[in-house]
């Protein structure tokens, strides 16, 4: 038979075609030189090498500040197509990680470097990104509610009433959570199947294994971020549902900032899984989906607090992430109060990167 296509990234993410027997391709996609793609003309997505090398093994001792970006991997790109009436497609991206993370253990690496993860946090053995799908709604939701949930009190206020209540406010909240995640599915579906301009995505990282048996688990979700066209307002701050791309481009140029420009949100790791990369390869990746709607930054807030926002303020600042400057002068140059919160308005160039 004729020999299937590889499809290639060079540092600037230009596409390259060639031919190559299986053999070949097989040994490629293992060690990371190839993305895979049912149709050429749809690429993976990028992230920097910096950021897959990092994977499963911790911080640097000198922390975030030595995070160099370096060229950028492909990806595997996996796509099924389903047809409608109209011929509609709709496309899906599976996008791994290449494995070489697993040379070093990594909870011990880790220890030896410094970092103090959680003790029963292993590396996964395959690391994928992708976009979040129905079969990921319940593991989602349950770490936005872990995470931005009604914080119960111990021992519950107000005796059975005060945990019927506490109870109440939780499920409304999962049920909120729940549909908003749902719709931001549907809302990326018709954007990669074309029936719309893809402009929201939610993205998650899955850690999949290999049982006894040589079948490969479904994986488990251990973190998701999220990507869309908003406003570049440092006052704005996207609601739950889901605008439509007119509305937003009416707000932003309403408000003198011109069309919207790509937005990162809810960065979220799970807790055991924190302290080996994951949220910097979240980050990366939403930069490469960044990229392909053909953005030249990307934007996101963050918590302004010294204490509670260090981490991922180092975060951000060690990827490229700069202040956008307060129009206040009394105020710190990239410091707003969005809705009584204090956050950080940050901004990253991806031109040259």
Not at 232 to 253: G, N, V
Not at 291 to 303: I, T, Y
Request: proline share 8%; net charge neutral; glycine share 10%.
């Amino acid at each position: 038979g004729v020999p299937p296509r590889a499809l290639k990234f060079d540092v600037r993410g230009q596409r390259n075609e060639e031919v190559v027997d299986a053999a070949s391709r097989q040994g490629m996609l293992e060690n990371g030189r190839v993305g895979k793609s049912v149709e050429a003309e749809y690429g993976g997505w990028r992230v920097p090498r910096a950021a897959v090398e990092q994977l499963g093994r911790g911080l640097s001792a000198g922390g975030d500040d030595d995070y160099v970006e370096e060229d950028f991997l492909p990806f595997d790109f996996e796509l099924s197509r389903t047809e409608s009436a109209k011929k509609k497609r709709t496309f899906w991206g599976a996008f791994p990680f290449p494995p070489g993370f697993e040379a070093d253990p990594p909870l011990a690496v880790a220890k030896a470097e410094g970092m103090n993860p959680t003790p029963d946090a292993e590396a996964p053995p395959r690391v994928v990104v992708r976009n979040l799908r129905e079969s990921d709604l319940l593991p989602a939701m349950n770490m936005f509610v872990e995470e931005f949930g009604p914080r119960p009190s111990d021992p519950p206020d107000g005796g059975p009433l005060g945990r019927l209540r506490a109870a109440y406010e939780t499920r409304v909240f999962s049920w909120v959570v729940l549909m908003g995640l749902y719709m931001r599915i549907v809302r990326a579906r018709e954007g990669l199947g074309g029936r719309e301009t893809h402009d929201h995505n939610v993205l998650c990282l899955v850690e999949t294994s290999t049982t006894d048996a040589g079948r490969k688990s479904g994986g488990e979700v251990v973190a998701v971020a999220e990507l869309s066209l908003q406003p570049p307002d440092p006052m704005w701050s996207p609601p739950e549902s889901i605008l439509p791309l007119s509305d937003k481009r009416i707000i932003s140029r309403e408000g003198g900032f011109g069309e919207p420009r790509a937005y990162a949100s809810t960065v979220l790791v799970r807790p055991d899984r924190r302290g080996y990369g994951y949220g910097r390869a979240a980050v990366a990746a939403c930069e490469g989906l960044a990229r392909s709607w053909g953005c030249d930054d990307v934007s996101l807030h963050v918590d302004a607090d010294d204490t509670s926002g260090r981490a991922a303020q180092g975060l951000y600042r060690s990827m490229g992430y700069v202040g956008v400057r307060n129009a206040d002068k009394e105020a710190p140059k990239d410091f707003y109060v969005v809705k009584g919160v204090p956050l950080q308005y940050l901004r990253k160039n991806l031109k040259n990167r």
